[in-house]
């Protein structure tokens, strides 16, 4: 049996892996064969380009650079980690994916959505998720959630203004005009345990379709 991927997807500061990791626990608890991993990274390779990319001190980076080194950590991971767990019949859940590129350098830096979209389709061979969760908060509480966790993770995108995150909220909106059927939006604003309780339902849902 071929299983199921499902990407997480969202702004800086929306929670989205704090719930990854709690229903992936869930859903192991209930029997389903569950992989977690992220983007970029997940496997050696990508996590090396995940450092280049995400190096605070890498500010000079290019923004086509930025795209292309994104696209190959992709492929590497596709191919390395996501397929084969996905022909195990496992369920895969993925903190970030695809559209993050196209929201974040498509819309966000101006390359054009479809340019990102075409260097994407040539890495991962057309190969999309089931199923995209797309966690809805506003860019300036999502940076005042980052503000107040000390213990999270600092990184190149941490020095962008508010601009640049409502440019990528902006496109998010975009992408699921373009996808409706596969991104479904949660409400990040609300506590953390009424985000994971519809998390997991979406998900179950579309497990049981």
Do not use: W
């Not at 390779?45 to 605070?56: Q, W």
């Not at 859940?93 to 994407?120: K, M, P, T, W």
């Not at 966790?149 to 190149?156: A, F, L, S």
Request: charged letters at 25%; a negative charge; proline letters at 3%.
């Amino acid at each position: 049996m071929v299983g199921q991927f499902i990407t997480f997807e969202g702004g800086e500061g929306a929670g989205k892996t704090s719930v990854l990791n709690s229903v992936a626990n869930q859903l192991i608890e209930e029997g389903y064969p569950v992989l977690t991993t992220r983007e970029p990274g997940g496997i050696q390779i990508a996590e090396k380009i995940r450092e280049l990319i995400l190096d605070r001190t890498h500010t000079e980076m290019d923004a086509r650079t930025e795209a292309l080194l994104y696209a190959a950590a992709r492929r590497q991971h596709l191919i390395e980690r996501i397929k084969p767990a996905l022909l195990e019949g496992n369920i895969v859940l993925c903190d970030r994916f695809i559209d993050s590129s196209l929201v974040y350098q498509g819309y966000a830096r101006g390359l054009g959505i479809d340019h990102i979209y075409e260097i994407n389709r040539f890495a991962i061979d057309q190969f999309m998720p089931d199923l995209t969760l797309f966690f809805d908060i506003p860019p300036s509480k999502g940076l005042e959630r980052i503000a107040a966790n000390k213990g999270r993770e600092q990184n190149r995108l941490d020095l962008e203004d508010l601009s640049f995150h409502q440019a990528v909220y902006q496109g998010y909106q975009l992408i699921k005009e373009r996808f409706p059927s596969r991104i479904q939006t949660i409400n990040a604003q609300l506590t953390l345990n009424e985000v994971i309780d519809l998390t997991y339902k979406e998900i179950l849902r579309h497990l049981n379709k």
